[in-house]
């Protein structure tokens, strides 16, 4: 069946370091990927998206890129901040609705 | 514009009583969706609505759960005799009508406690 697997967390970083959260998914045919993240306490907010094969979605100064050969849609931000510690989602959908998400990965970022 | 509005926020229910979460969606939106988080886990797809209508309620457990989103008023996840295993937080997301690229959003969730 369809799937996706996070990296485990908690990733634990000091502010402007690189970040990267992996997310790899198991799917027929051509989903669409996104990257939710929730803030304490918070629902989910979309992050970023992308619906075809080489899109890149990006926002905030996040990215990730849909990789097909690798089934692959991993996080990327060059410096990040304290603000942006929450937990980040990734997630597929075939429809418009059903989204199939991940377990999550907390990400903590320190002063 | 008030996005997807859930309440309550917090809800605890002892065992066997019926537990009501009520999800008011965006102004517009004709799609509500409901999901299930538990602790340390993605959130599950439950079950879709339009108004009046279950489209898809392939995730629901087959007792207790029920939905509904009537014509006037917010939609409804009903969770009757509520057990333990039920402590969650149930997000609702709402959407325009469309493909898969549109955008659902969410609310802040019900986090139930059963005790």
């Known amino acids: 069946g369809n799937s996706v697997t996070q990296m485990e967390g908690p990733v634990t970083l000091s502010e402007e370091a690189f970040l990267t959260i992996n997310c790899t998914y198991t799917?027929?045919?051509?989903?669409?990927l996104f990257w939710y993240v929730q803030y304490p306490g918070e629902g989910l907010q979309l992050l970023l998206k992308?619906?075809?094969?080489?899109d890149k979605g990006s926002n905030k100064g996040f990215e990730a890129t849909y990789r097909k050969e690798t089934t692959s849609f991993h996080l990327e931000k060059g410096s990040v901040q304290v603000s942006d510690s929450a937990v980040y989602f990734c997630?597929?959908?075939?429809?418009?609705?059903?989204?199939?998400f991940g377990s999550g990965t907390r990400l903590l970022v320190r002063p | 514009n008030a996005g997807v509005m859930q309440n309550p926020r917090h809800l605890v229910r002892r065992r066997g009583q019926e537990a009501r979460l009520r999800c008011s969606p965006m102004?517009?939106?004709?799609?509500v969706y409901w999901y299930r988080q538990l602790p340390e886990e993605g959130l599950k797809f439950m079950v879709y609505?339009?108004?009046?209508?279950?489209?898809?309620e392939s995730g629901m457990p087959k007792e207790r759960f029920s939905a509904e989103f009537p014509k006037e008023g917010p939609s409804i996840l009903r969770i009757q005799q509520v057990v333990r295993g039920d402590s969650a937080a149930y997000f609702c997301?709402?959407?325009?009508?469309?493909?898969?690229?549109?955008?659902?959003?969410f609310g802040q969730g019900t986090r139930l406690t059963v005790v």
């Open positions: 997301a709402s959407s325009l009508p469309g493909g898969r690229s549109t955008e659902a959003f």
């Open positions: 799917a027929t045919g051509y989903p669409s």
């Open positions: 992308a619906t075809k094969a080489d």
């Open positions: 997630a597929l959908t075939y429809s418009s609705y059903k989204l199939i």
């Open positions: 102004k517009g939106h004709s799609h």
């Open positions: 609505l339009q108004k009046e209508n279950i489209i898809d």
